[in-house]
């Protein structure tokens, strides 16, 4: 399936939580601005850091502002908090998207919902997001739960859901929903520690439901924005090229899931291949792990942008 992707002038990524926080950082950009920890003019304004992502997503075309809410993070407090911290109208919000089913990602879907206080307001997500009895095998007798995604939860915040397998446009062919991302490298597998239980048997979980946003800037070429990037981040930037039609990547951003022991063999292929795209910048967030960042900072260091709670990406054509 192809669309076609209107361009746009302007993309701004303002991060409602992220794992990691520096707030005396001060090395601020044109392109990356930090969130100040001033209020009323004293040092006592916090943000918050969690494991978990939220981002808004405000696209300008034609000198028009339009915002989404991608991901909500994890506590029910986190994102929200923040939201205020850093002064947004959520009002402004007219979509929502949720990259995939798990609690970093779901958990503060409440408390945004209703700052955005629009009943009926959609939110795309893939069917499979909604997965119950999912869990983490560290070993056969050691297993951990996954707080599943209900459907009501969505339906006592007021928002519409639009299910999606397939790639799907928002904000007027603007801004694209990627769907299910299929898996072509030979190194992104999965998580292979990932199950979940289905009419009494065990089942491997390919969390197939992990999706990314894609905006075409003018003259540069595709941001993508992913949630952890379960179905790895290069079929991610690999599907994004097939189905937007576009070749040219200016921005990689979002979590790429290599943290921990079953991931870190990965890191050095995942840098390779991104190095191939020829990215403008590359932003990794959340999930992508400490020795992950820090090999992607060495490798690309003129590509390389930090990311933090509160910190917002502004990248223009």
Known sequence: MSVK?????????????DNYIDVAAFDGTEIVQRALPIKDMEIKNSILAEHGFSAIVTITADER?????????FSEHGAAYNADAL????????????????????????????????KGIELVVHPTAFRTSRYIKVTEEFKIGLPALKRERFENAGISLVESKEPRMLLDDSVLFLGEIPKQTEFEKGFPRMHYEEDGET????????????????????????GCAHSGIINTVKYA???SGVDSIFVVM?????????????????TEALKTFNPQYVVPTHCTGRKAVMHLEKEMPDRFLLNMSGTKMAFSG
């Open 241 to 243: 090229r097939e189905v």
């Open 254 to 270: 979002g979590g790429f899931h290599l943290t921990g022991a079953d991931f870190e063999p990965i890191i050095e292929p995942t």
């Open 65 to 73: 502002p339009r915002s989404l809410l991608f991901d909500f993070g």
């Open 87 to 118: 002064g947004f109208d959520l009002t402004t919000i007219e979509a929502m998207v949720l990259s995939h089913g798990h609690m970093d990602h779901f958990g503060g879907l409440e408390q945004l919902a209703q700052r955005v206080g629009k």
């Open 5 to 17: 992707l209107k361009e746009i002038d302007k993309i701004e990524i303002l991060t409602l939580q």
């Open 203 to 226: 089942k491997w979980d390919p969390i197939e439901e992990d999706s990314a946003i894609v905006a075409n800037i003018n003259r540069k070429g595709l941001v993508i924005l992913s």
